[in-house]
């Protein structure tokens, strides 16, 4: 199902030629069609009318301009993408959404259970106009079971999952103390990717059997499948895991920081020995064997520490690698934006925005030769894209579309 691009722009990209209709807000769904977009598909977000996803509501803000198109989180999500505005609870609305739908590839939706419904979306109707679709519902819990039409968000995910029960990650956490969510939408990211990964399996579904597939992800299940090993553990042998810090497993004060060190094998111990030059401590017979060390962990760390307190954690960094010992710097936003590593691969790109002017922020984390990742325009504002759209595709009238937007249906 392919068609022109909107603008004629020559779109490169291993999903060109693709069309994506995309009604989600948040963060789940709009990231999951935001990584297609960067794959070269063509993505047009529908937004309610007047309103227009919630994320356009949420700072920081370019500038500190509180405006609906300055809102960085919403402009990273949706960069690479078009936009328009439909009431989709009208039936004009609604008619028209299914005629967008009916030459589209692939449609995600992102947002709780109740909207499907309210809004008409259910797999059965859209794809009476389209046999071919794939259809990807991200909701918080799935749309099955006995949460499907509950709420989710951030918080509710990253606890459910149980991954909330590791923090606080201090050695020895006590089971009494409250859990902790991590920073930023990992869960809500994580299940994104998900959802991109499981949208592309519903499209090669597609082709093979030559009918429509409905892509049901759970944003729980995907973060929680993070939790194999302990879940096995569990399953298996009744423990229910670990709260904080394992033996071998440390986090290192050192000169400006701190580092991560792992070194529970004999042979990553012996070699850590030598990276601090064999002292005479190391020698002593309670820290001769595995068993032992663990139960003297608290003084080991103690040594450790009064050595690093001397070098920074990339001298660390650097000598523990040298002898293959597990051992990696601890690293703050500013370290990344200016990490070497970072820059010599070009991650961090001038990124436009909406509202105007451009920040620097992530590109893609993949590189491919002949279609490189590029920015074919910002995030849309809201409705900037109803004219070319509704006119070109759907062979509207202006006159259509202002008795659309005085009815409130655009």
Not at 276 to 304: C, L, V, Y
Not at 311 to 330: D, L, N, S
Request: hydrophobic letters at 35%.
């Amino acid at each position: 199902m392919q068609s022109a691009p909107i603008r004629g722009e020559h779109i490169t990209g291993p999903l060109r030629g693709l069309k994506v209709i995309e009604r989600a807000e948040g963060i789940t769904g709009p990231y999951c069609a935001k990584l297609l977009a960067d794959l070269g598909a063509e993505v047009i977000k529908v937004e309610q009318p007047g309103v227009g996803d919630p994320r356009r509501r949420m700072g920081p803000f370019f500038h500190d301009d509180p405006s609906p198109d300055s809102g960085l989180l919403f402009n990273y999500l949706n960069v690479n993408k078009l936009g328009i505005t439909l009431d989709l609870s009208s039936s004009l609305g609604h008619e028209w959404f299914l005629r967008l739908i009916k030459d589209a590839d692939l449609f995600v939706f992102g947002g709780d259970y109740d909207e499907i419904i309210g809004q008409g979306l259910e797999f059965d109707g859209l794809t009476k106009p389209n046999p071919l679709l794939v259809a990807t519902y991200i909701t918080p819990f799935g749309l099955t079971g006995p949460y499907h039409d509950r709420r989710g968000g951030e918080l509710v995910l990253f606890h459910m999952s149980a991954l909330g029960y590791l923090t606080p990650g201090q050695k020895g956490t006590s089971k009494e103390l409250p859990p902790l969510k991590a920073g930023g939408h990992q869960a809500q990211m994580v299940a994104g990717l998900s959802a991109a990964s499981a949208t592309l399996h519903g499209l090669f579904a597609r082709d093979m059997m030559e009918c429509a597939q409905k892509v049901d992800v759970s944003e729980l299940e995907s973060i929680a499948s993070f939790q194999f090993m302990d879940m096995g553990r569990w399953v298996y042998s009744g423990d229910p895991g670990h709260r904080g810090e394992r033996d071998f497993g440390q986090r290192i004060r050192c000169k400006d920081g701190e580092f991560n060190f792992g070194g529970g094998q004999e042979r990553m111990w012996q070699a850590w020995i030598e990276v601090m030059g064999n002292p005479e401590w190391a020698q002593s017979p309670e820290f001769q064997d595995r068993i032992t060390r663990s139960a003297h962990m608290n003084e080991i760390k103690a040594h450790i520490e009064t050595w690093a307190a001397n070098h920074t954690k990339e001298e660390i960094y650097r000598m523990g690698q040298a002898r293959r010992v597990p051992v990696f710097p601890e690293q703050s936003i500013a370290e990344v934006v200016n990490s070497a590593q970072i820059e010599s691969r070009g991650f961090l790109k001038d990124l436009p925005l909406a509202s105007g002017g451009s920040v620097r922020g992530p590109s893609s984390p993949y590189q491919f030769k002949d279609t490189p990742w590029i920015v074919r325009h910002p995030a849309p504002r809201l409705g900037q894209h109803n004219r070319e759209i509704l006119c070109s595709r759907l062979g509207l009238s202006e006159s259509d579309l202002a008795s659309a937007f005085e009815a409130g249906i655009i």
